[in-house]
């Protein structure tokens, strides 16, 4: 069993910065490739990033590129997204989730855990 908790959201002002984490509890998490999704209002949700076991492989959504960035410590069992630049288009509740598969899946619906989610607002 594994359990996520996601923190670091808030409100920012556009071209501001966050740092979300991810943080794990449960005894296998170094077995799982860990996903960010977020979900904004009346809209799909869509994958952000997500990154292997080991770190050694990492994707982004095209929009996130060069202004994300994921990274992950399995001995604190946390992942992070670093996000800069961010835009009014960025405000959505963001997830994270795990999935144990070996590489990482675009479907959320593949992902067994999720946290509760942490609100993202950009706004001046």
């Known amino acids: 069993q594994l359990q996520l908790a996601e923190s670091g959201g808030g409100l920012v002002q556009p071209g501001g910065s966050l740092r979300l984490s991810c943080a794990a509890s449960?005894?296998?998490?170094?077995?799982?490739?860990i996903a960010w999704f977020r979900q904004a209002p009346g809209k799909e949700r869509e994958g952000v990033s997500c990154?292997?076991?080991?770190?050694?492989?990492?994707d982004y959504a095209d929009s996130m590129k060069g202004r994300f960035t994921i990274s992950r410590d399995n001995v604190k069992k946390t992942v992070y997204l670093q996000m800069n630049s961010l835009k009014p288009e960025d405000t959505a509740v963001y997830y994270c989730?795990?999935?144990?598969?070996?590489?990482?899946?675009?479907?959320?619906?593949?992902?067994?855990?999720w946290g509760q989610g942490t609100q993202v607002t950009v706004s001046s």
């Open positions: 989730a795990a999935i144990s598969t070996p590489v990482c899946q675009s479907d959320y619906n593949l992902y067994a855990y």
């Open positions: 449960g005894y296998t998490f170094d077995y799982y490739n």
């Open positions: 990154i292997s076991t080991s770190g050694g492989i990492i």
